[in-house]
């Protein structure tokens, strides 16, 4: 309190003293008895030791009001990924006045501020004005009280990647551009005015019906170069032997391997297994999109990029037109992008955990929405998993079992995992599961793949769970309240899944989201 116990004492010892005298004298000498004049001298102290309780009381109960309320106010600064110390105090200001019931006694001035220490320690301050029942009779018409509260913005480490949808369906309705508007919001707020914060990292999956995992440090030997692996070279003619499609890709002219791959057999597909060199199926196949036949004969083929060098018209010979593995010695391919050729549908590379902010922000900037081959959820957020994880193919991310780092993941869909539906003998696009046709998933119809990849979306989302990372899944303008249920069931809480149904409310969702993540850096 800024008026001490002594001074106000002081006060109410001179003023009362002196009326006491008066009142003294009139009662001495109305009954002029012994009793009665210390009776009056003992009355104005009796007196005043009453209002000071009374009136401490209330102020006592001001303060304690002050404090919790400024206790709250300094948890959401500590919180806050503010820098700026206006935004802090702004902040401070609005979680003080949310909690003071300013109906009842006490009037608050502005909270005050402190510069943040060096440690990141914040110092807030604030007081009040109380006004005086009793102690009002000696012109004691107020007390002054006061609270102050330290919070510490002792930061931890954040590993936090995003996974986010790429497929042709973001071209509409401005989708992508708000995605890349929120997602750079997001990490903005979390860089705040640093640029390469040592205890954040961040890093961006692009997916679509594949994954492109080509990063700088991309280590060859994860690769299936021998192909060896299960499903290396599947659609191609095994009467000729094993089909690298790595050979393929050296084989043509003007196309290399953009970087995108085959999910890998069950169960490796949902699982975070190191890829080893003695076990090829833990190792990952190029993604390499086959020439289609060139007769479509009304079939649809999505995929014809060269001439197919045998001829036969026959579903059989339609077949074999496909798997001619000789008619890539030596091509030329007329077509590239994301509608034709071999990487045909291979988003932009995922970006491995960083701590560079322009880096970030420029990937984001680059993304773009790609046709063909669906929406593979599943492929998406295995890869995300991936990359949080400190085991190979990318160890970035920490141990899991280092306690001052924080992993997070958000997952974001446009729309339901699904196939692209063709009516020739593949059934499907090519995409991270190969062709329908193959039954890899032990389905042959677009409704079964759906719901086998639906399948593959929830034990992904436990597995990563499991793994201690937070979970929160996002919906960005979709119309199927099963996706959402599965989304809603698949965040690590139910307030962790956000609904989006506009540009706006999905910038919203990403906002709330970093301010979450900021929570978990704090420690008091």
Same mark, same amino acid.
């Given at each position: 309190?800024?008026?001490?116990?002594?001074?106000?004492?002081?006060? *109410? %010892?001179?003023?009362?003293?002196?009326?006491?005298?008066? #009142?003294?004298?009139?009662? $001495?000498? &109305?009954?002029?008895? !012994? @009793?009665? *004049? %210390?009776?009056?001298?003992?009355?104005?102290?009796i007196? #005043?030791?009453?209002?000071? $309780?009374? &009136?401490?009381?209330r !102020? @006592?109960?001001?303060?304690?009001?002050?404090?919790?309320?400024?206790?709250?106010?300094a948890?959401?600064?500590?919180?806050?990924?503010?820098?700026?110390?206006?935004?802090?105090?702004?902040?401070?200001?609005?979680?003080?006045?949310?909690?003071?019931?300013?109906?009842?006694?006490?009037?608050?001035?502005?909270?005050?501020?402190?510069?943040?220490?060096?440690?990141?320690?914040?110092?807030?301050?604030?007081?009040?004005?109380?006004?005086?029942?009793?102690?009002?009779?000696?012109?004691?018409?107020?007390?002054?009280?006061?609270?102050?509260?330290?919070?510490?913005?002792?930061?931890?480490?954040?590993?936090?990647?995003?996974?986010?949808?790429?497929?042709?369906?973001?071209?509409?309705?401005?989708?992508?551009?708000?995605?890349?508007?929120?997602a750079?919001?997001?990490?903005?707020?979390?860089?705040?005015?640093?640029?390469?914060?040592?205890?954040?990292?961040?890093?961006?999956?692009?997916?679509?019906?594949?994954?492109?995992?080509?990063?700088?440090?991309?280590?060859?030997?994860?690769?299936?170069?021998?192909?060896?692996?299960?499903?290396?070279?599947?659609?191609?003619?095994?009467?000729?032997?094993t089909?690298?499609?790595?050979?393929?890709?050296?084989?043509?002219?003007?196309?290399?391997?953009?970087?995108?791959?085959?999910?890998?057999?069950?169960?490796?597909?949902?699982?975070?297994?190191?890829p080893?060199?003695?076990?090829?199926?833990?190792?990952?196949?190029?993604?390499?999109?086959?020439?289609?036949?060139?007769?479509?004969?009304?079939?649809?083929?999505?995929?014809?990029?060269?001439?197919?060098?045998?001829?036969?018209?026959?579903?059989n010979?339609?077949?074999?037109?496909?798997?001619?593995a000789?008619?890539?010695?030596?091509?030329?391919?007329?077509?590239?992008?994301?509608?034709?050729?071999?990487?045909?549908?291979?988003?932009?590379?995922?970006?491995?955990?960083?701590?560079?902010?322009?880096?970030?922000?420029?990937?984001?900037?680059?993304?773009?929405?790609?046709?063909?081959?669906?929406?593979?959820?599943?492929?998406?957020?295995?890869?995300?998993?991936?990359?949080?994880s400190?085991?190979?193919?990318?160890?970035?991310?920490?141990?899991?079992?280092?306690?001052?780092?924080?992993?997070?993941?958000?997952?974001?869909?446009?729309?339901?995992?699904?196939g692209?539906?063709?009516?020739?003998?593949?059934?499907?696009?090519?995409?991270?599961?190969?062709?329908?046709?193959?039954?890899?998933?032990?389905?042959?119809?677009?409704?079964?793949?759906?719901?086998?990849?639906?399948?593959?979306?929830?034990?992904?989302?436990?597995?990563?769970?499991?793994?201690?990372?937070?979970?929160?899944?996002?919906?960005?303008?979709?119309?199927?309240?099963?996706?959402?249920?599965?989304?809603?069931?698949?965040?690590?809480?139910?307030?962790?899944?956000?609904?989006?149904?506009?540009?706006?409310?999905?910038?919203?969702?990403?906002?709330?989201?970093?301010?979450?993540?900021?929570?978990?850096?704090?420690?008091?």
């Open positions: 309190m800024r008026n001490s116990l002594h001074h106000i004492l002081q006060r *109410l %010892i001179t003023r009362g003293s002196h009326r006491g005298v008066r #009142l003294t004298f009139r009662f $001495a000498h &109305d009954t002029g008895g !012994a @009793f009665a *004049l %210390i009776f009056a001298l003992l009355l104005i102290p007196m #005043l030791i009453v209002g000071l $309780a009374v &009136d401490f009381n !102020a @006592f109960i001001v303060q304690q009001r002050l404090e919790r309320a400024l206790d709250a106010a948890l959401a600064v500590g919180a806050t990924p503010a820098e700026e110390e206006d935004a802090m105090l702004e902040m401070a200001q609005t979680f003080f006045d949310a909690n003071y019931n300013d109906s009842e006694i006490g009037t608050p001035g502005a909270v005050t501020m402190a510069p943040p220490d060096e440690d990141g320690s914040v110092n807030l301050s604030v007081s009040a004005e109380v006004d005086t029942t009793i102690l009002s009779a000696v012109g004691i018409d107020t007390l002054d009280v006061s609270a102050d509260t330290l919070a510490r913005r002792a930061v931890r480490g954040l590993e936090f990647v995003l996974v986010l949808d790429n497929t042709g369906s973001m071209s509409g309705g401005n989708k992508m551009a708000s995605l890349r508007t929120a750079s919001d997001l990490v903005t707020i979390l860089f705040g005015d640093q640029d390469e914060p040592d205890q954040l990292k961040i890093g961006l999956v692009p997916f679509v019906g594949t994954v492109n995992i080509k990063a700088d440090s991309l280590d060859m030997a994860w690769m299936d170069e021998e192909g060896d692996a299960e499903y290396h070279g599947q659609n191609f003619d095994p009467a000729t032997g089909t690298n499609h790595f050979d393929l890709f050296d084989q043509i002219g003007n196309a290399e391997w953009k970087g995108c791959v085959e999910m890998r057999p069950e169960p490796l597909d949902t699982l975070d297994t190191p080893t060199a003695g076990d090829p199926d833990t190792l990952f196949v190029p993604f390499f999109a086959p020439d289609e036949p060139d007769i479509s004969s009304g079939l649809g083929f999505g995929n014809n990029y060269l001439p197919d060098g045998i001829g036969g018209t026959g579903n010979n339609r077949k074999k037109r496909q798997r001619n000789a008619k890539y010695n030596g091509a030329i391919i007329a077509v590239s992008g994301s509608t034709r050729g071999p990487n045909r549908g291979c988003p932009q590379a995922l970006l491995p955990l960083t701590n560079d902010k322009d880096l970030l922000l420029s990937e984001i900037d680059a993304m773009e929405p790609w046709n063909g081959g669906g929406t593979n959820i599943p492929h998406g957020l295995a890869w995300g998993w991936r990359v949080l400190p085991e190979p193919p990318f160890t970035e991310g920490a141990s899991y079992d280092d306690t001052d780092v924080e992993k997070a993941l958000v997952l974001l869909t446009d729309g339901r995992n699904q692209i539906s063709r009516l020739g003998h593949n059934k499907s696009d090519y995409a991270g599961y190969g062709y329908l046709a193959q039954q890899r998933l032990g389905v042959n119809n677009i409704t079964q793949l759906r719901n086998a990849l639906d399948a593959k979306v929830i034990e992904l989302c436990e597995r990563v769970k499991d793994s201690g990372i937070r979970l929160y899944t996002v919906t960005f303008q979709t119309n199927s309240s099963s996706l959402e249920d599965m989304f809603r069931d698949c965040a690590s809480a139910p307030e962790l899944y956000f609904d989006a149904p506009s540009s706006d409310e999905l910038r919203q969702s990403f906002n709330a989201i970093a301010f979450d993540l900021s929570n978990l850096r704090i420690s008091r």
